[in-house]
């Protein structure tokens, strides 16, 4: 464990310094380098560098002193007190806004590889916090504690056994700020589920503005905002559903009128992992006709709409599912007329079909 006056150095950055104070709570240590400059960063991403003897070029050993080997009477040491340094607010930070970020240990191994689940902060308010998860009606709180303003913490680590647990969380926000006037803002408290099988799906995981890695990003605002809007529907009663469907009647059928079609530009997206939520024990050329039959069954129920624009995205790659496309219509679907798709949209990955 990582004391006050260590000397360290960071495992995923250049650079290093003395450990000026500890907090274990939020398990960061705060690092002073050679300029004077306080350098807040997780313990666990540090590693400690032993002090070397000058005259053996070797590590010192910390030998304890045991109590009766004492001669002297210690040293007290008086810290000086620090003074709370001013806490950094953005102009868009007086809205509430929280989210919860996953991030795969291993990005190549989905199937198999363990997440990190950080709490992002994206406000001018301290929150107190609590995250509980839920499986079989057996509630825990997985994290709980106060996340300053403006920060990022993370909250656990989950394994893939214990993913389907956090299918259905609990969010619980208090926020406020310290030694200043505000608006008081209302409780979070809400209820979300979440699809496991997005953790599973490389697409998932995007780049955002809060992280340097792709992440799962989800808004806990968001999620409170459709919570409600989800409560208000529940509490319409039958006899409104029921008056409303008669005002609905009464209004007459309208009559319809044939005006030409104006069709927008179709996208289907051919990468194998929209198509399947997992392609374990698949080979190649299975996957390949998986995509092929979707390639079919958009132009089967697009045939009749004359004129309309499809963009089938297949990705650059080794170039076989384009190299099938193009087979197929140039054979099977001769009549149609088919083109690079926009370079500046797609870049070399996609292929627009029109119907004739």
């Known amino acids: 464990m990582i004391k006050k006056g260590d ?29 004077g400059f306080e350098i807040p960063v997780l313990e666990r991403e540090c590693v400690v560098i032993a002090a070397i003897n000058e005259e053996t070029n070797f590590p010192v050993r910390d030998f304890k002193t045991k109590p ?17 340094e001013p806490v950094f607010e953005t102009a868009e930070g007086d809205t509430l806004k929280a989210l919860l970020a996953f991030f795969p240990i291993d990005i190549k191994q989905l199937q198999t590889t363990s997440y990190e689940c950080y709490l992002v902060n994206d406000s001018n308010y301290y929150l107190y916090y609590n995250v509980v998860n839920g499986e079989n009606d057996v509630w825990t709180s997985v994290a709980s504690g106060l996340i300053e303003p403006n920060m990022q913490e993370l909250l656990s ?17 208090l926020p406020f700020k310290q030694g200043k006037s505000y608006t008081p803002q209302a409780l979070v408290d809400v209820n979300m589920k979440i699809n496991a ?13 809060y992280f340097d890695e792709p992440a799962l990003m ?4 968001s999620e409170k905002e459709k919570e409600v809007e989800n409560k208000k529907m529940a509490d319409i009663s039958p006899e409104e559903i029921k008056q409303a469907m008669f005002q609905k009647e009464q209004t007459g059928r309208p009559r319809i009128v044939s005006h030409p079609q104006t069709s927008e ?7 194998i992992n929209e198509l399947l939520d997992t392609t374990a024990g698949l080979s190649n050329a299975a996957m390949l006709q998986c995509q092929l039959d979707k390639f079919h069954e958009v132009l089967e129920e697009n045939k009749k709409h004359k004129g309309q624009k499809i963009v089938f995205i297949h990705g650059k790659g080794e170039g076989v599912l384009r190299k ?11 009549s149609y007329y088919f083109q690079d798709a ?9 292929t627009m079909v029109t119907i004739k």
């Open 342 to 350: 926009s370079f500046r949209e797609y870049g070399f990955g996609a």
């Open 7 to 35: 000397n360290v150095r960071f495992l995923n950055a250049v650079g290093g310094g003395i450990v000026s104070r500890v907090d274990e709570l939020k398990k960061m240590v705060f690092v002073e380098d050679a300029d």
């Open 68 to 84: 009766e080997q004492l001669t002297t009477k210690p040293t007290e040491v008086i810290v000086p007190e620090q003074k709370q």
């Open 218 to 221: 989800i808004d806990i605002s």
């Open 324 to 334: 099938e496309i193009e087979k197929l219509l140039k054979t099977r679907y001769k």
């Open 157 to 173: 680590e989950i394994s893939k056994e214990e993913l389907s647990a956090w299918e259905k969380l609990r969010v619980q926000l």
């Open 197 to 209: 099988v997005k953790f599973y799906k490389l697409h998932s995981f995007t780049a955002n503005e």
């Open 265 to 271: 530009i179709i996208e289907v997206d051919l990468h």
